[in-house]
């Protein structure tokens, strides 16, 4: 089945890529939707410019797209971009990394109904917890690239099978999402079981309003 991936560069996005690729999904393209303002209902705007190296190494090409950011409004351009890539590709489906946000799943389900394609979300309603621990046991890495003041200590920290535990204690801790579906955290992926090569990356902590981003500020392999 022909599909398109919506990614983000994080954990969710990339883990649903690859399952499905292991169920034989013909993924044309990645598409990185990118909001104007960081106040987007549905979508993630932190070292997304990022996304592209994530791509090559995945060897599938990529598109970025800049929306509103405006609740609704954003949906309805997603809808008008994603209508020209079925037309033009044949696209059949659409591959999101949804886990438990009602309101990105409806939007999503609402579109692929709009546009005659079937909607996947192969990590939709998973136990957090193990999934977090399943991402990890698969091979993948990630860096914590925002996160609440709680989390302070684990921003720009690599997650991986030595500390994943620690990670989810603390989240825990802390009454946390594990799988930060609660915009609690948030990852840059940078190791997969399918890339030849790992990403470093160099970047520094800003302080925001009760949280800490991760800025990136280079990558490279």
């Given at each position: 089945m022909r599909a398109l991936a919506i990614v983000s560069g994080g954990k969710d996005s990339i883990y649903a890529f690859w399952l499905m690729l292991q169920q034989g999904f013909e993924i044309k393209k990645w598409i990185t939707f990118i909001p104007k303002i960081k106040e987007s209902y549905m979508l993630h705007s932190i070292n997304v410019e990022h996304?592209?190296?994530?791509?090559?190494?995945?060897?599938?090409?990529?598109?970025?797209?800049?929306?509103?950011?405006?609740?609704?409004?954003?949906?309805?351009?997603m809808l008008h971009y994603l209508k020209v890539q079925k037309e033009k590709l044949g696209i059949q489906a659409?591959?999101?990394?949804a886990v438990r946000s009602e309101y990105q799943k409806h939007r999503l389900d609402f579109?692929?109904?709009?546009?005659?394609?079937?909607?996947?979300?192969?990590?939709?309603?998973?136990?957090?917890e193990r999934l977090l621990k399943e991402i990890i046991e698969h091979?993948?890495?990630?860096?914590?690239?925002?996160?609440?003041?709680?989390?302070?200590?684990?921003?720009?920290?690599?997650?991986?099978q030595e500390n994943v535990h620690a990670f989810i204690k603390d989240l825990k801790k802390h009454g946390c999402d594990i799988s930060g579906e609660g915009g609690e955290y948030e990852t840059f992926v940078v190791k997969t079981p399918f890339w030849k090569k790992e990403i470093k990356v160099k970047g520094k902590k800003l302080k925001q309003e009760n949280a800490i981003k991760f800025?990136?500020?280079?990558v490279y392999v």
């Open positions: 996304v592209s190296l994530q791509a090559k190494l995945s060897k599938v090409k990529h598109k970025e797209i800049f929306v509103s950011g405006k609740k609704e409004e954003e949906v309805i351009e659409l591959i999101s990394g579109i692929c109904h709009e546009l005659n394609i079937a909607s996947y979300a192969p990590l939709w309603h998973k136990n957090s091979g993948f890495e990630f860096i914590i690239v925002y996160g609440f003041e709680e989390l302070e200590n684990w921003i720009g920290t690599k997650i991986t800025l990136i500020e280079k």
